[in-house]
T-cell receptor, first 110, second 118 residues
Framework: QKEVEQNSGPLSVPEGAIASLNCTYS??????FFWYRQYSGKSPELIMS????GDKEDGRFTAQLNKASQYVSLLIRDSQPSDSATYLC??????????FGTGTRLLVSP | GAGVSQSPSNKVTEKGKDVELRCDPI?????LYWYRQSLGQGLEFLIY????????KSGLPSDRFSAERTGGSVSTLTIQRTQQEDSAVYLC????????????????FGAGSRLTVL
């Protein structure tokens, strides 16, 4: 079982819709969870972090964490074509090692 | 520096040659990571340095790979006797550990070094 799992996609949504990206992790002791966005040919950049169960909102982005289910998600409201990228889920598994999922490719069509 | 700097940005080498990839982290960042990203794949953890602690080398794929960090700043990733499967983008990231109460590291990535082994 992979430490961090994501559906590779692509996830296709029309402009203005809500995009929902999901991630599961295997280490129940994980404490910190991150979403990075990676445009094609570019390096990953942090867009959200979450540490407590529940929702965390930042502009059009909402991160959701459920530690009991070992599940973290990212919602993007009012999706824009510029949101088209690969979204990487990352989990701090202890000893400060940050483990990434393989990423979900999001395509937002005009 | 203002960001994480990596060199070279592109490296083409012949199978069997050794290569060195360099990372200059953000000034003051105590944590430094190396990841590898093959075409269309996620980030594969290689090695992690934190201050003066012993590095976490658990992700290095073979003994052909090694890394060092001199003076708690610049890091060099060395790949000996390169193989075609080593072709990938090698990403370096640094972090300031003190940023969050949990101690979690929020990473800033460099632009990467693209390695092609012929």
């Amino acid at each position: 079982q992979k430490e961090v799992e994501q559906n590779s996609g692509p996830l296709s949504v029309p402009e203005g819709a809500i995009a929902s990206l999901n991630c599961t992790y295997s280490d129940r002791g994980s404490q910190s969870f991150f979403w990075y966005r990676q445009y094609s040919g570019k390096s990953p950049e942090l867009i959200m972090s979450i540490y407590s169960n529940g929702d965390k909102e930042d502009g059009r982005f909402t991160a959701q964490l459920n530690k009991a289910s070992q599940y973290v998600s990212l919602l993007i409201r009012d999706s824009q074509p510029s949101d088209s990228a690969t979204y990487l889920c990352a989990v701090n598994t202890g000893f400060q090692k940050l483990v990434f999922g393989t990423g979900t490719r999001l395509l937002v069509s005009p | 520096g203002a960001g994480v700097s990596q060199s070279p940005s592109n490296k083409v080498t012949e199978k069997g040659k050794d290569v060195e990839l360099r990372c200059d982290p953000i000034s003051g960042h105590t944590a430094l990571y190396w990841y590898r990203q093959s075409l269309g794949q996620g980030l594969e953890f290689l090695i992690y340095f934190q201050g003066n602690s012993a590095p976490d080398k658990s992700g290095l794929p073979s003994d052909r790979f090694s890394a060092e960090r001199t003076g708690g700043s610049v890091s060099t990733l060395t790949i000996q006797r390169t193989q075609q499967e080593d072709s990938a983008v090698y990403l370096c990231a640094s972090s300031s550990r003190d940023r969050f109460p949990s101690g979690a590291n929020v990473l800033t990535f460099g632009a990467g070094s693209r390695l092609t082994v012929l």
